[in-house]
């Protein structure tokens, strides 16, 4: 099981970028899906998961991101999207995407398998 995460960049406050998980060697549909950030200095957060098709693709997000940040999957490319709006330069930080070993339940935090992530950097 591998993931990658890519389409970081630089953006300025107020803007916005999409980011996009790969998967290889099995099906992201069949999974829960999360983003979570890592800042230098701070701790690890989840910001955002869907659940698995099995339970519907239920979309969860972190109260930092919320109505800001939106999650999908697209099945047949086998990718999942973190399209984030409105950025602010807390939202600087190396972003993945990992498997959600509890489909995405209780704080969507239980990360199972991740790659290399991708830098945002939010700056004027």
């Known amino acids: 099981v591998q993931l990658q995460a890519s389409g970081g960049g630089s953006v300025q406050p107020g803007g916005s970028l999409r980011l996009s998980c790969t998967g290889s060697?099995?099906?992201?549909?069949?999974?829960?899906i999360a983003w979570f950030r890592q800042a230098p200095g701070k701790e690890r957060e989840a910001v955002s998961c869907?659940?698995?098709?099995?339970?519907?693709?239920?979309?969860y997000y972190s109260a930092s991101v919320r109505g800001r940040f939106i999650i999908s999957r697209d099945v047949a490319k086998n990718m999942v999207y973190l399209q984030m709006n409105n950025v602010e330069i807390e939202d600087t930080a190396v972003y993945h995407c990992?498997?959600?070993?509890?489909?995405?339940?209780?704080?969507?935090?239980?990360?199972?398998?991740w790659g290399q992530g991708t830098l945002v950097t939010v700056s004027s």
């Open positions: 990992a498997t959600e070993v509890r489909d995405c339940r209780h704080h969507f935090d239980a990360f199972g398998s």
């Open positions: 060697g099995f099906a992201l549909a069949d999974y829960g």
């Open positions: 869907i659940s698995s098709r099995d339970r519907d693709d239920i979309k």
